[in-house]
């Protein structure tokens, strides 16, 4: 039986406890006297036995599809001849893969040997017989679950703090997740990161000016130790997203005080849903919009007042980046700015103060921590785009701060380091780790001073 399948019927089973429970909860309280007999409401009851029924099953479903390919692995590597078992690790590995492959139907018969062949019709016998088993004990244990919870239902029974109870388990479980797979994330990248700086040192790395990562294969190959500065990819990153923001940031904040303040609610209803549909535009799209049309005009512009513009240069890429970034800032401060209470309006106003001198001296001040964290969310956002500087300002790796140039950033590179087949032995290969740890500090940085500017304006207007 199908995962799928299992899951529908485990639903099923789930909803009927429910409906059992609750409609049990109803007689006993007709048989004490009334609903005010029961400790809590009858939903609560048919939310315990929804739980009681659906948790553990859920629990034994994932324990047993951890365990089943291994527990195949074993049953099907013991049928084996011993002199197959005796092959090396990565000879094995493929002659599994086979069987593997025949089993699943990716592969021909004649492609394989006899032994493979039995051993796959073994796997294939094997899989059905623990679906069935898998099968067999998600609905036991659902069904074992719902009856035991459908006989305690009593007036006594505090169902109401064993459902909330549970619930806080879930929550607190859910954010424990979060919290190791954001753990997990920093480890993987630290830990080869570490493999990186034993082979380049950190000074070389945080303070080089020239970033050419090309390892050759032979010591006396030409460039056989490649540059590995970090300063150049961090210029041009700050570069593009400086550029990004100058036109994100003053045109989404007039927009939305615009939209916020002046504009009637008949314009309002009509022009927000038309800008926030830029949000939703794919970026390949922007890069696209990039490199055929801006990057032309603004080379083309440049030349025509005497400047000397590259073919894709980093005014292309972060004026582009910039109007894909206006959503995001418009809509996050717009929203700030409808949160300040009418009260702080009307008194402003009422003191004879202008709409203006009321937005610059009232409005802004109080809505500065939620504007700030829509910028943060805007510059976040620029830092870690890539496919409008791959196709706009390209993957040459300039010091310099002239957004007429050609420039790179992090993220690009650690694209164009990780693409195709690479050995994760090599310095060029793990110094993408060590771009995305610094990328990981840099932003950690921008929330730091963020969120020190929401605290300290807050509390001036709390």
């Not at 954001?182 to 380049?200: D, K, M, P, W």
């Not at 032979?218 to 400086?242: C, H, K, N, Y």
């Amino acid at each position: 039986m199908q995962t799928s399948t299992v899951l529908l019927v485990l639903v099923a089973l789930c909803i009927a406890s429910f409906f059992f429970a609750r409609r049990k909860s109803h007689a006993v309280a007709h048989g004490s006297g009334g609903l005010t007999t029961l400790h809590s409401l009858p939903k609560h009851y048919g939310y315990m036995a929804l739980a009681w029924a659906g948790l553990p099953a859920l629990a034994a479903l994932a324990l047993w599809s951890a365990l089943e390919p291994r527990m195949l692995e074993a049953e099907v590597v013991s049928s084996l001849p011993a002199e197959v078992r005796a092959l090396p690790e990565q000879q094995f590995g493929l002659y599994y893969n086979q069987i593997l492959g025949y089993a699943s139907g990716g592969m021909n018969a004649a492609e394989l040997d006899e032994v493979q062949l039995a051993a796959a019709d073994r796997y294939s016998a094997l899989a059905a017989r623990f679906s069935w088993l898998r099968s067999a004990l998600v609905f036991a244990v659902a069904l074992a679950g719902a009856v035991l919870a459908i006989r305690r239902v009593q007036p006594a029974l505090r169902a109401r703090n064993h459902v909330e109870s549970i619930i806080r388990w879930i929550l607190f479980s859910c954010s424990f997740l979060a919290v190791l797979t954001t753990l997990g994330i920093v480890l993987s990248v630290l830990f080869e990161a570490v493999r990186f700086f034993q082979v380049i040192p950190l000074t070389d790395f945080l303070f080089g000016l020239e970033w050419s990562p090309q390892m050759a294969i032979r010591s006396d190959q030409v460039g056989a130790s490649g540059s590995f500065g970090f300063v150049p990819l961090l210029v041009g990153t700050l570069l593009i997203s400086a550029v990004a923001m100058l036109i994100a940031v003053p045109v989404g904040l007039m927009s939305a005080i615009y939209l916020s303040e002046y504009a009637s609610r008949r314009f309002r209803t009509l022009t927000k849903p038309v800008l926030e549909i830029l949000a939703g535009v794919p970026t390949v799209v922007y890069g696209f919009f990039a490199a055929l049309t801006v990057a032309p005009l603004v080379r083309t512009l440049g030349e025509s007042v005497g400047l000397t513009v590259a073919s894709e240069s980093a005014l292309a890429a972060g004026v582009v980046m910039g109007i894909m970034i206006i959503p995001f800032v418009m809509s996050l401060s717009d929203d700030i700015i409808n949160a300040v209470p009418d009260t702080m309006r009307e008194a402003s106003l009422g003191m004879g103060a202008t709409m203006s001198e009321t937005i610059r001296k009232v409005l802004l001040p109080a809505a500065l921590p939620g504007i700030v964290g829509g910028i943060l969310l805007a510059v976040s956002r620029a830092i870690g785009e890539t496919m409008i500087v791959v196709m706009a300002a390209g993957l040459s790796a300039k010091l310099t701060a002239n957004p007429l140039e050609a420039v790179t950033t992090i993220t690009v590179q650690i694209v164009t380091l990780l693409v195709g087949d690479q050995e994760f032995d090599s310095p060029k290969t793990l110094a993408a780790f060590a771009l995305g740890l610094v990328l990981f500090f840099v932003t950690l940085l921008l929330n730091v001073v963020a969120l020190y500017v929401v605290r300290r304006y807050r509390e001036q207007y709390e």
